[in-house]
């Protein structure tokens, strides 16, 4: 039987989500694993989360998927985005 790897990447680990966010509860990264978020899906959720367009509500397009569940879950866990001091 031949073996195909999968094309699909790898969930980004605890220690990738906090490089690109910054510091996190413990908790907030659990949830985070949980979506199963690639490295890429979690930093575009970041940005978004960080972005002055999306606040004002001027964005042109909106984040799917793992990306928008991760936006969505620091939206929740941090309502002021100042407050997360992240790494990007």
Same mark, same amino acid.
């Given at each position: ?7 699909? /990447?790898? /969930?980004?680990t605890?220690s #990738?989500?906090r490089?690109?966010? +910054? !510091?996190?509860?413990d908790e907030?990264v659990?949830?985070? !694993?949980?979506i +199963?978020a690639?490295? &890429?899906?979690v930093l575009?959720a970041?940005?978004?989360f960080? &972005?002055? =367009?999306?606040? =004002?509500?001027?964005?042109?397009h909106e984040?799917? +998927?793992?990306?928008a569940?991760?936006l =969505?879950?620091?939206? =929740? #866990?941090?309502p002021d /985005?100042?407050r997360?001091? @992240?790494? @990007?």
């Open positions: 039987m031949i073996h195909v790897p999968s094309t699909e /990447p790898n /969930p980004a605890a #990738e989500i490089e690109i966010v +910054g !510091l996190l509860e907030v659990v949830k985070i !694993l949980d +199963g690639t490295a &890429s899906e575009d970041y940005t978004w960080r &972005s002055d =367009e999306r606040r =004002e509500r001027q964005a042109e984040l799917h +998927g793992r990306a569940r991760v =969505e879950l620091l939206d =929740e #866990e941090y /985005p100042d997360l001091r @992240g790494a @990007g």
